[in-house]
Nanobody, 123 residues
């Protein structure tokens, strides 16, 4: 059983940056691949970024590639999402996801979910 708590969301102007954090508890963090997903109002949840348990491999959706960076600190049980060059279309509720399988993360997620943190990008 893993508990996930996201933080770092907020309101930012277009072109700005935010860093999201997701801290895990309850199990050995490094066993889990981690991912960030987002859901905008009226839209389905979509994959944004994923990282393997050891942090060696990452994967991004086309919509965030080159602007967002996922990383993790296994000593702190935390995964991060650095978001740069933010656009209004990045406005969404951002969720952290944990699963044993990296493939599961990057193909839609599974396992454990956090409650989400809101990111709002204004013009």
């Amino acid at each position: 059983q893993v508990q996930l708590v996201e933080s770092g969301g907020g309101l930012v102007q277009a072109g700005g940056s935010l860093r999201l954090s997701c801290t895990a508890s309850g199990d050995t963090f490094s066993k889990y691949a981690m991912g960030w997903f987002r859901q905008a109002p009226g839209k389905e949840r979509e994959f944004a970024a994923g990282i393997t348990g050891g942090g060696a491999t990452t994967h991004y959706s086309d919509s965030v590639k080159g602007r967002f960076t996922i990383s993790r600190d296994n000593a702190k049980n935390t995964v991060y999402l650095q978001m740069n060059s933010l656009k209004p279309e990045d406005t969404a509720l951002y969720f952290c996801n944990a699963d044993y399988s990296f493939r599961t993360i990057i193909t839609g997620g599974g396992g454990y979910w956090g409650q989400g943190t809101q990111v709002t990008v204004s013009l």
